[in-house]
């Protein structure tokens, strides 16, 4: 039910609202639980990135689709005109953690483009489906990226 009203405007404005208390619960409950649902079905994971131009470290929680031993995410910002913060701090600082179930893992972030993005943007379709009309409505290219494990250097925490 949660993916057929992801396609809905209203659903992308509660997103929204409801974001800070979502990353609050996943924290909480070390990534078992989400507001949209118990073992956070769709998958997500807590991105934690350092603030481009502040230095402070910054919490998303984010849908993510399995890429071999990656992971991939997308900057869809709801559907929104702009690119969401925290991709914006990858393309500055491209090494972060991020917590699934729990588990917190050191990630070096890539911009996929050209044929890398295509190849992953099906798996990012059967996680959330209505990516496709958050790329319509944006009016912009969505960012995706791929999160590999175990990044060499800084980590931010």
Do not use: C, K
């Not at 979502?22 to 507001?35: A, C, E, K, P, Q």
């Not at 991709?87 to 600082?93: H, Y």
């Not at 972060?96 to 917190?104: C, D, L, P, Q, S």
């Amino acid at each position: 039910m949660i993916v057929r009203l992801g396609h809905r405007r209203w659903f992308a404005a509660a997103g929204r609202f409801l974001m800070p208390l979502d990353r609050r619960l996943i924290r909480l409950t070390r990534g078992r639980l989400s507001v949209i649902g118990w073992q956070t079905a769709p998958p997500t994971l807590l991105l934690t990135t350092r603030g481009r131009t502040s230095g402070l470290l910054r919490e998303r929680p984010l849908l993510y689709a399995r890429d071999g031993d990656a992971y991939v995410v997308m900057g869809s910002n709801w559907g929104q005109t702009r690119h969401p913060a925290w991709s914006g701090n990858l393309l500055a600082d491209p090494v972060a953690t991020m917590i699934i179930a729990g588990e917190t893992t050191a990630v070096r972030a890539t911009l996929l483009e050209g044929p890398d993005r295509e190849r992953v943007w099906p798996l990012l379709l059967r996680v959330w489906p209505a990516y496709r009309d958050y790329d319509e409505r944006s009016g912009r290219t969505l960012r995706i990226f791929r999160l590999v494990p175990d990044a060499p250097g800084r980590v931010a925490s």
